[in-house]
């Protein structure tokens, strides 16, 4: 029963943003540390931002520095990924994921595309 709910994708012109959000279910959410990624058909996935647990640390891929804006809400279950000043590059599907160190085990969403684009 573990879900990982992506949500939030859709159509935006460049310099735009959007707002990602990740419902997770079926897991101790707080012992899971939380990313989102992104792959483009031909291109190899990235690693865009990750979020640790408790006081947690946080990464930026260099690509989307000061750009996205990963964040999580530990009650709600939930990890986001605000996304501003949306270039054409960004394009892709992007999935949420959860990582616990425990059983060194991972869970993958199954995506939400995002398209820039005029």
């Known amino acids: 029963q573990v879900q990982l709910v992506e949500s939030g994708g859709g159509l935006v012109q460049p310099g735009g943003s959007l707002r990602l959000s990740c419902a997770a279910s079926?897991?101790?959410?707080?012992?899971?540390?939380m990313s989102w990624s992104r792959q483009a058909p031909g291109k190899d996935g990235e690693l865009v931002a990750s979020?640790?647990?408790?006081?947690?640390?946080?990464t930026h891929s260099d690509s989307v520095k000061g750009r996205f804006t990963i964040s999580r809400n530990n009650p709600e279950n939930t990890v986001s990924l605000q996304m501003n000043r949306l270039k054409p590059e960004d394009t892709a599907m992007y999935y949420c994921?959860?990582?616990?160190?425990?059983?060194?085990?991972?869970?993958w969403g199954q995506g939400t595309q995002v398209t820039v684009s005029l």
């Open positions: 979020i640790g647990t408790g006081l947690g640390s946080i």
């Open positions: 079926g897991f101790t959410f707080i012992t899971y540390a």
């Open positions: 994921s959860a990582y616990g160190s425990l059983r060194m085990q991972r869970y």
